[in-house]
T-cell receptor
Framework: GAVVSQHPSRVICKSGTSVKIECRSLDFQATTMFWYRQFPKQSLMLMATSNEGSKATYEQGVEKDKFLINHASLTLSTLTVTSAHPEDSSFYIC???????????????FGPGTRLTVL | TQLLEQSPQFLSIQEGENLTVYCNSSSVFSSLQWYRQEPGEGPVLLVTVVTGGEVKKLKRLTFQFGDARKDSSLHITAAQPGDTGLYLCAGGRNFNKFYFGSGTKLNVKP
């Protein structure tokens, strides 16, 4: 199997504080993980690509100083929302890419998501 | 601007009906994946297609990748209430980044 976990599942914080979200691949190693955000009744928007041992690649329009990503090991990536504001409230979802081997198709597996509410 | 456009956006049908969801783009993708998402949860992978013209079947679900690898369709036969959910297509480029379609919200009424 391929299981990806996220912690916490829900977090409520005050405006101006920072929040860290963890994404773990439990039964496989992932050199690449992705972070998405999803607003109610909308699709997933890719925020950044997290690469183990190197800097994350951010999508256009995503502030890298606000959304800090660290991929320190092959099974863990973290997203820190710094100085959070109410407009940062959203559903944040990570995925981990599982390498299926040479000639095979890599597949991404998703975590269960983290609901962030900034008051 | 969404890289992948899905249609329809919303679909409400009776149990037993058939339906087709479309995923279209002007870009070529190396692979295309279909997911189903329940409220408050992460997307769950249904299928991956990689070859132009490829057709895959998963019980009552039939997936097709366009010949030019720019579009895909998902056909559900005899829909059931358990099929209710948000269906998302996602295109991959060089197996690096994956971009999601706009989503199709399906409601199957008993």
């Amino acid at each position: 199997g391929a299981v990806v976990s996220q912690h916490p599942s829900r977090v409520i914080c005050k405006s101006g504080t920072s929040v860290k979200i963890e994404c773990r691949s439990l039964d496989f190693q992932a050199t690449t993980m992705f972070w998405y955000r999803q607003f109610p009744k909308q699709s997933l928007m890719l925020m950044a690509t997290s690469n183990e041992g190197s800097k994350a690649t951010y999508e256009q329009g995503v502030e890298k100083d606000k959304f800090l990503i660290n991929h320190a090991s092959l099974t863990l990536s973290t997203l820190t929302v710094t100085s959070a504001h109410p407009e940062d409230s959203s559903f944040y979802i990570c995925s981990a890419r599982k390498n299926s081997g040479v000639g095979s198709t890599d597949t991404q597996y998703f975590g269960p998501g983290t609901r962030l509410t900034v008051l | 601007t969404q890289l992948l456009e899905q249609s329809p956006q919303f679909l409400s049908i009776q149990e037993g009906e058939n339906l087709t969801v479309y995923c279209n783009s002007s870009s070529v993708f190396s692979s295309l994946q279909w997911y189903r998402q329940e409220p408050g949860e992460g997307p769950v992978l249904l299928v991956t297609v990689v070859t132009g013209g490829e057709v895959k079947k998963l019980k009552r679900l039939t997936f097709q990748f366009g010949d030019a690898r720019k579009d895909s369709s998902l056909h559900i036969t005899a829909a059931q209430p358990g099929d209710t959910g948000l269906y998302l297509c996602a295109g991959g480029r060089n197996f690096n980044k994956f971009y999601f379609g706009s989503g199709t919200k399906l409601n199957v009424k008993p």
